[in-house]
Antibody, heavy 122, light 111 residues
Framework: QVQLVQSGAEVKKPGSSVKVSCEASGGIFSNYGFSWVRQAPGQGLEWMGGIIPMVDTANYAQKFQARVTITADESTNTAYMELSGLRSEDTAIYYC???????????????WGQGTLVTVSS | DIVMTQSPLSLSVTPGEPASISCRSSQSLLHSNGYNYLDWYLQKPGQSPQLLIYLGSNRASGVPARFRGSGSGTHFTLTISRVEAEDVGIYYCMQALQTHTFGQGTKLEIK
């Protein structure tokens, strides 16, 4: 059973960057895809982007393309999401989600991290 | 980007009664391999979301048989045959065919 453990809550100033980590255990890291999904207070789920470590290629939602970088470190079984140019509207819970990669190159989210609250405030 | 539209956005159901949620996509989610890349997730209050249904109609591990996913192409339905109190939360559909997209969510409450 795969477990995803995310880094702790962050408080950031507008204009700064945040980097959230997601450490996976209990599975073969390179067999999985990892996505980042955020949820603003009282709002729905919003997909930001994802990466498949096996092919080391990330793709991003158009909305976040210019500001987000998603990476994966196979040596530590950890995925990362860095968001730059933070503004108050980026205050949200950020989830890491993962699943086995299908033959078609995509994946469902069998596993979810506990979420990381990022607060952007001056 | 593929746009996902759910309906209704909220649902109030008596325990033991059925419930269904519709999800429509702006493009077909049917891959050339015959699979529909449509998942259903449930987010219970105060929790991380959990996978209910993957590839349109497959129940995830541990998901009760009262949950059923159906549909193909651009129209999908999640059906709960007999709602229980523990089913409260927000249900989301998500397309995994291209860069992933979630529907707006459907809030299920118990009458």
């Amino acid at each position: 059973q795969v477990q995803l453990v995310q880094s702790g809550a962050e408080v950031k100033k507008p204009g700064s960057s945040v980097k959230v980590s997601c450490e996976a255990s209990g599975g073969i890291f390179s067999n999985y895809g990892f996505s980042w999904v955020r949820q603003a207070p009282g709002q729905g789920l919003e997909w930001m982007g994802g990466i498949i470590p096996m092919v080391d290629t990330a793709n991003y939602a158009q909305k976040f393309q210019a500001r987000v970088t998603i990476t994966a470190d196979e040596s530590t079984n950890t995925a990362y999401m860095e968001l730059s140019g933070l503004r108050s509207e980026d205050t949200a819970i950020y989830y890491c989600a993962s699943g086995s990669v299908y033959g078609s190159g995509t994946y469902s989210y069998d596993y979810w991290g506990q979420g990381t609250l990022v607060t952007v405030s001056s | 980007d593929i746009v996902m539209t759910q309906s209704p956005l909220s649902l109030s159901v008596t325990p033991g009664e059925p419930a269904s949620i519709s999800c429509r996509s702006s493009q077909s989610l049917l891959h050339s391999n015959g699979y529909n890349y449509l998942d259903w997730y449930l987010q219970k209050p105060g929790q991380s979301p959990q996978l209910l249904i993957y590839l349109g109609s497959n129940r995830a591990s541990g998901v009760p048989a009262r949950f059923r996913g159906s549909g193909s192409g651009t129209h999908f339905t999640l059906t709960i045959s007999r709602v229980e109190a523990e089913d409260v939360g927000i249900y989301y559909c998500m397309q995994a065919l291209q860069t992933h997209t979630f529907g707006q969510g459907t809030k299920l409450e118990i009458k």
